[in-house]
């Protein structure tokens, strides 16, 4: 029995950051207001369908689809904000708008594994829905920037950003592209035709070489963009520059979906590889409408956990609980054990573990193994006086205490 390509097991050690991950992110949602929203790991198809595009290549390539033994068609969640807009339109929350949620779960995607990329791996995002504004922006950028910098690793990271204008901005970019891709229309990847006719801006994400070779002398958006988008965009620089909080424009950086308007932008690395992408988001005001919801405007972000994880400061993401070993060295001291244990994970901060298996010997090189701050060792003579042995192991020194000392020394 092997475990699925493109999966992972997360053993203690892993789990631990894993979780202490999620923490850190969990803390600094709530501490900017945000709410916790969960959704489910699969949608109808349409759901990711309608948000993501038939032509994209999360749709077209990578999603885990099937049918049910209803004979409905069925997807794994390739992203987060599909399921969130969903939820706004099925659960009536425009009556609750603005919304700030927060999530973190599973996400499944059909790709060739390698470091920083995985079929099953987990993201953790925010979604902001009802507020039109490029504060909302910021607040969302400061929110992840905030979030690196609690682990370590702000300055391994580069913010880049771009504009993607209004719909008006958009509409002329588009027409401009498909003038521009018209002439090399022969020479486009087969992916890159059919986006031609149904989204030109996702043939500037393509990774065809040949594809790239065009891209390269394609018409900026930047030649497009009205006063309104040029406007809002110059707002959101000011406003970043004003946080110190660094940044480096990106006229390459583009979401190639429809509803995507004005700010896009990446949190990127040079030390996972070809997976560089951190976090990545942008505002999405036409997504819930497309949806057949009302027009609700929406900006969010999401990034990967277990590239977080690799990049982070291990010593900002580690367990800060230390290890109280108990030892019986009897039967009497195995059920005074489990007793003490109780009573010291009830009224101090240690994690408390008896040591099973073996003489007194063998349990205390385990408790060892296990790096234990302390051990303790307890047999029928310290059930019977009340007294314990409390041993540091880094120094091997050892205190004879009562049972009253003992938690007063402790806590």
């Known amino acids: 029995m092997q475990r699925v390509r493109g999966t992972q097991d997360w053993l203690e050690q892993e789990s631990s950051y894993f979780r202490n991950m999620e923490r850190a992110f969990y803390d600094k949602a709530q ?3 945000f ?3 969960r959704t489910p790991i699969f949608e109808h198809s349409e759901v990711f ?3 993501l595009g038939e032509t994209s290549d999360v749709v077209s390539k990578e999603t885990y689809t099937f049918k049910d033994r209803s004979d409905e068609s069925l997807t794994l969640r390739p992203e987060g904000t599909a399921g969130i807009a969903r939820a706004f339109i099925s659960e009536g929350l425009a009556q609750k708008i603005p919304l700030k949620l927060y999530y973190c779960g599973p996400m499944f995607r059909y790709e060739r594994p390698q470091k920083g990329r995985l079929r099953q791996f987990h993201q953790i995002g925010v979604e902001v829905l009802g507020i039109e504004s490029y504060l909302m922006d910021i607040e969302c950028l400061q929110l992840g ?3 690196l910098k609690s682990i370590g690793i702000e300055e391994k990271c580069k913010l880049l950003l771009n504009t993607l204008g209004d719909v008006d901005s958009r509409a002329q970019y588009r027409n401009t592209l498909v003038a521009y891709y018209e002439k090399y229309k022969n020479d486009l990847s087969a992916d890159s035709k059919v986006r031609l006719e149904r989204n030109p801006l996702r ?3 393509s990774k065809d070489e040949g594809d790239k070779k065009i891209n390269a002398t394609a018409p900026k958006l930047e030649g497009s963009l009205n006063e309104a988008s040029k406007k809002y965009f110059d707002a959101l620089v000011n406003g970043l520059t004003a946080l110190e909080i660094p940044f480096e424009k990106s006229s390459q950086l583009v ?7 004005h700010t896009v932008f990446e949190f990127v690395t040079t030390e996972l590889g070809a997976q560089g992408t951190v976090l990545a988001g942008g505002r999405y005001d036409g997504l819930i409408e497309t949806m057949g919801g009302p027009r609700t405007p929406g900006v969010g972000w999401a990034a990967g956990v277990e590239r977080l994880v690799e990049l982070a400061d291990k010593n900002l993401i580690s367990d800060d609980l230390k290890l109280i070993a108990l030892v019986p060295a009897d039967e009497v001291g195995e059920i005074e054990s489990l007793r003490l244990a109780n009573q010291l994970r009830s009224e101090t901060k240690y994690k408390v573990e008896v040591i099973y298996g073996g003489n007194v010997g063998k349990k205390m090189k385990k408790a ?3 790096n234990a701050a302390y051990s303790i060792i307890i047999g029928s003579q310290e059930a019977e006086k009340k007294e314990f042995g409390l041993k540091t192991m880094a120094t091997g020194e050892q205190v004879t205490l009562s049972l009253g000392d003992l938690l007063n020394k402790l806590k």
């Open 31 to 33: 501490r900017f207001g």
């Open 35 to 37: 709410g916790e929203i």
């Open 49 to 51: 369908h309608r948000t």
């Open 145 to 147: 920037f905030e979030l």
């Open 203 to 205: 043939i500037l994400d």
């Open 255 to 261: 979401r190639g979906l429809d509803y995507y308007t």
């Open 368 to 370: 060892s193994n296990k």
